[in-house]
């Protein structure tokens, strides 16, 4: 039996977030109706998920030792997650990003991911991986992933992989050290090009020994297949109206991965993610909309 | 005589400028090539500016006692401005923009100025203003500026109006306050709408009794008129390959304000004042690329 612990890796970034009327379509200025500024990325927005449902969770990552990372760290400090293993790179720059939301909740987003941001994972406390319930990896920190992936499955913990649109090649090399691979759409579609969807996971679960894989819809839900399955399971949302769909698929992993160590049934863990996904999308403020566990329950009970 | 002491007032932003190849005409994520951040906004890029070319400079302003609040006192500590006037309101939030620069010098600016953050002008420490050498305002802070414009007059300390785009009774409260009304070119024509620009500041030069009137054209350079002229004065700038526009107006007035208080004739400081705005044009990251005395010299005599 697992512990409850939850390890987070991936990307951080200091988003700003404006709620604009309208993208413009040329160079101009717009004022934005409100804006709010979150400790983000999709790593970080799984754990502050995974944290504001009760679970226990920690964070590793890296920002630079910047008035911006200071900004990141305080902004995490109100959620209960333990960012004592987020490494602050003696020079280096914090990542931000600017997200613009519009009122239909298209949005565009900006990201600067300063490449000098030392990438070395030799710092992790690997240690602290044994006995941990679960790790989370997003594709943003492919050597920091990589071996936390590695270290857990030596230390038998189980391994979840978001796998978000990132280059193939990347996307192949963690695949197989995931024991749940939960992809984004336009992810899966870069791997299995011209298949439709559920066909591609076909493609991919045959090719691979994960106990589940799954591709996030939106709207729509999940689509899932446990090993061995011959069928795909489709697991519906809620009906919402969406504000801003920014940090959704976060949410869905991070409560992905906390109904794992809760020991909810696949389907039932299926559902929640997509009902805290949902419940985000109703709300502007990118990850801040994500809910707490009574929201979840009320929502996916009704 | 006056002293060499130059009071600023106006908004300040923390600014996140993003350079990209081309603003987007849909949502969709956009990688940036490159990013900073830089505290701004009008007054505080001009009092940037002032320190760099070497003049003594303190910023009347407010933000917000929270971490962005402390990002825009940690950068400004990079400059020689003082900022022991700046005003942080208890529970306020500082005023954040973010700006996308593409590769033609286009941009996209996206300010949130929050209405909450107190604009009560009570606190400012008028008993400084005696004894400076000119104030210079912004009209993102009216009931500041107005506050400072009146105490200066009394005083018999010079002041200098950045007249950018603001609503024109806002602009024609302050106006009548000025020694120097010195517009941005939209300002200009919002008062005198369908005059040609010579036309609408010899129209907005009849009204008043400042000692200088005057419109920032851009790579046209600037037209000047003083009190009584019954022509105006067209300062040329220098040919460049702009990169980046955002505060080339702040920079410009930064520079005449210096050149005022350093005792540099008018039309020497409109030059010296259009230079060290082209040369902030050339550079990609807003009032981060505002240039020292020596460079604006140099290309000025050449």
Same mark, same amino acid.
């Given at each position: ?15 700003? %977030?404006?709620?604009?009327?309208? %993208? ?59 960012? +004592?293993?987020?490494? $602050?790179?003696?020079? +280096?720059?914090?990542? %931000? ?14 990201? @600067? ?21 679960? &790790? ?70 045959? +090719? ?6 799954? &591709? ?7 689509? %899932? ?28 992993? #991070? ?28 709300? @502007? +403020? #990118? $990850? ?15």
């Amino acid at each position: 039996m697992g512990g409850r612990r939850i390890i987070c890796l991936g990307c951080a970034f200091w988003d700003s %977030i404006f709620k604009v009327d309208e %993208i413009p379509r040329h160079g101009t200025k717009l004022l934005a109706e409100q804006a709010v500024q979150a400790a983000s990325g999709m790593a970080t927005a799984a754990a502050a998920t995974i944290a504001r449902l009760g679970g226990m969770v920690e964070l590793w990552t890296r920002i630079g030792d910047d008035a911006t990372g200071d900004a990141y760290l305080q902004n995490l400090a109100l959620e209960r997650v333990d960012t +004592g293993q987020v490494r $602050r790179v003696p020079g +280096g720059r914090t990542w %931000i990003s600017t997200v613009l939301v519009d009122r239909a909740g298209e949005r565009l987003a900006v990201p @600067f991911a300063d490449p000098a941001l030392d990438p070395d994972p030799g710092w992790l406390p690997l240690a602290r991986v044994a006995g941990a319930g679960a &790790v989370l990896v997003d594709v943003r920190w492919p050597a920091g992933a990589h071996a936390l992936l590695t270290q857990a499955r030596r230390d038998g913990v189980p391994t979840v992989l978001d796998a978000d649109i990132a280059p193939p090649a990347l996307l192949r090399d963690l695949i197989p050290l995931a024991d749940h691979v939960l992809f984004s759409e336009p992810a899966l579609q870069s791997l299995v090009p011209g298949a439709d969807i559920d066909a591609a996971l076909a493609a991919i679960a045959d +090719g691979i020994d994960a106990a589940v894989i799954g &591709v996030t819809c939106g709207a729509r839900g999940a689509l %899932i297949r446990r090993r061995g399955d011959r069928t795909t399971l489709a697991v519906p949302s809620i009906p919402i109206a969406v504000q801003d769909t920014l940090n959704a698929g976060d949410v869905w992993h #991070g409560a992905y991965v906390h109904g794992l160590v809760e020991g909810w049934p696949l389907e039932r863990r299926v559902r929640l993610a997509n009902v805290a996904a949902a419940i985000k999308c109703e709300r @502007f +403020g #990118g $990850r801040l909309g994500a809910p707490g566990l009574a929201e979840v329950m009320a929502r996916a009970d009704t």
